[in-house]
């Protein structure tokens, strides 16, 4: 494992502190890990899931990262990234030769182009050698998301949204016939450009 690798994620987890939302006073709270694997800037990849199609899941049957809401039994919400985790997809990130890497700045949530009174914190981690996923019934995949490609643009596709009569064209990757958008896409590709700043990614030769 290089050593560049780690400290290039936790400059880039310096690099965005105090960047995030900030909750209102009894705000509702969630986590999501953001679990990388590999051992070098070039082999970085990202583990994503496809929430199952579930009647009233404001996000279902979307691209998304493992984690949800926190629980009055979470120790803290790293806690809670790591529980939704296993439960979801059967991987602990901070588990056995997992690395905590840092905690990314809260971010409100949205649905359907609407703010909610939910913020979504992401934590970082880092494992050599996850254990392959085992779905949950919230989730009806998991894959890895190459990170090098996905932030140099080569998975670059709009996304075609419409919110009443009004059609965006947002940002996403298009991977395997996966589109990967919102929330998830700009959390991911935040962290991976503040990361690419500190060292580009594909350089460490290690």
Same mark, same amino acid.
């Given at each position: !494992?290089?050593?560049?690798?780690?400290?290039? !994620?936790?400059?880039?987890?310096?690099?965005?502190?105090?960047?995030?939302? *900030?909750?209102?006073?009894?705000?509702?709270?969630?986590?999501?890990?953001? *679990?990388?694997?590999?051992?070098?800037?070039?082999?970085?990849?990202?583990?994503?899931?496809?929430?199952?199609?579930?009647?009233?899941?404001? =996000?279902?049957?979307?691209? &998304?990262?493992?984690?949800? @809401?926190?629980?009055?039994?979470?120790?803290?919400?790293?806690?809670?990234?790591?529980?939704? +985790?296993?439960?979801?997809?059967?991987?602990?990130?901070?588990?056995? &030769? &997992?690395?905590?890497?840092?905690?990314?700045?809260?971010?409100?949530?949205?649905?359907?182009?609407?703010?909610?009174?939910?913020?979504?914190?992401?934590?970082?981690?880092?494992? *050599?050698?996850?254990?392959?996923?085992? *779905?949950?019934?919230?989730?009806?995949?998991?894959? =890895?998301?190459?990170?090098?490609?996905?932030? +140099?643009?080569?998975?670059?596709?709009?996304?075609?949204?419409?919110?009443?009569?009004?059609?965006?064209?947002?940002?996403? =990757?298009?991977?395997?016939?996966?589109?990967? =958008?919102?929330?998830? @896409?700009?959390?991911?590709?935040?962290?991976?450009?503040? !990361? @690419?700043? @500190?060292?580009?990614?594909?350089?460490?030769?290690?």
């Amino acid at each position: !494992m290089s050593a560049a690798v780690i400290e290039a !994620m936790k400059a880039a987890v310096g690099k965005l502190d105090g960047t995030g939302d *900030l909750p209102g006073a009894g705000a509702r709270r969630a986590a999501v890990a953001v *679990l990388l694997r590999g051992g070098s800037m070039g082999e970085l990849e990202v583990l994503l899931m496809r929430r199952a199609i579930r009647e009233g899941d404001r =996000w279902s049957g979307q691209i &998304g990262l493992p984690g949800g @809401h926190e629980e009055d039994f979470d120790a803290s919400l790293e806690s809670t990234a790591r529980r939704e +985790s296993l439960e979801e997809v059967g991987v602990d990130p901070g588990g056995s &030769g &997992g690395q905590l890497i840092g905690q990314l700045p809260s971010v409100q949530a949205r649905a359907r182009g609407e703010r909610l009174d939910l913020f979504i914190t992401p934590f970082v981690f880092h494992h *050599l050698t996850p254990s392959s996923p085992s *779905l949950g019934p919230e989730a009806s995949e998991a894959f =890895w998301l190459p990170l090098a490609p996905a932030i +140099s643009g080569a998975f670059d596709e709009p996304y075609r949204y419409q919110h009443g009569e009004v059609i965006h064209r947002l940002p996403s =990757w298009r991977f395997e016939g996966r589109t990967i =958008w919102g929330m998830t @896409h700009g959390i991911v590709n935040r962290f991976g450009r503040a !990361m @690419h700043q @500190h060292s580009p990614l594909g350089s460490d030769p290690i």
